[in-house]
């Protein structure tokens, strides 16, 4: 039987978006977002955290650099009884055509052949409109919250055409959404 999976996108869904991040201790989760992900971890959820970091690829960052508020993220959700089991991110320029940035779906793939992971149905949650294209993109599922970037690009759904399955006001309530999507 397939894992039951959820990803999230990490700036403005599970920490607050301050732009390009430079020092990890700037990370600060947003409100109720690890209790959310204890949530999954509790119902033997795997929950996958993706980001695109075009900072490393516009030179304001190295990829060490996003490695160590990744780290502080994984830190952040453990003081509070969460945890990640996995966390990819693309470093590239958005100009650079690669397959990991999202909406493609390379970081989705690398996470399923690693963890044994069934994309069709998997439900992706953030911030921006594009992590909604990359769940379509890969046959599944995604939820808009409308925390950091949500507002303002949930203002673009209709004239984009990627409208999300689910739209919440912050990652408690897409969390809800998902576990009662999955029959949980």
């Not at 030179?59 to 996003?66: K, L």
Request: glycine content about 12%; overall charge negative.
């Amino acid at each position: 039987m397939a894992k039951k999976v959820v990803f999230l996108d990490r700036d403005g869904t599970l920490n607050v978006d301050i732009g390009y991040m430079r020092n990890p201790e700037e990370l600060v989760l947003i409100e109720g977002a690890a209790r959310s992900v204890r949530k999954l971890n509790d119902l033997g959820v795997f929950v996958v955290v993706l980001t695109n970091q075009s900072g490393v690829g516009r030179g304001y960052f190295t990829e060490a650099e996003v490695g160590r508020a990744n780290e502080r993220l994984l830190e952040l959700l453990k003081k509070e009884g969460a945890r990640a089991d996995a966390v990819y991110f693309c470093p590239h320029h958005p100009d650079d055509g690669c397959s990991c940035r999202k909406p493609a779906i390379g970081m989705l793939k690398q996470a399923a052949a690693e963890h044994g992971l069934e994309l069709k149905g998997a439900i992706v949650i953030g911030d921006k409109l594009t992590d909604v294209e990359l769940a379509h993109n890969a046959g599944g599922r995604g939820v808009l919250v409308l925390t950091g970037f949500g507002s303002d690009e949930s203002a673009k759904v209709g004239e984009t055409g990627r409208a999300p399955d689910f739209i919440a006001k912050e990652i408690g309530e897409a969390v809800d959404w998902a576990i009662r999507e999955m029959g949980l």
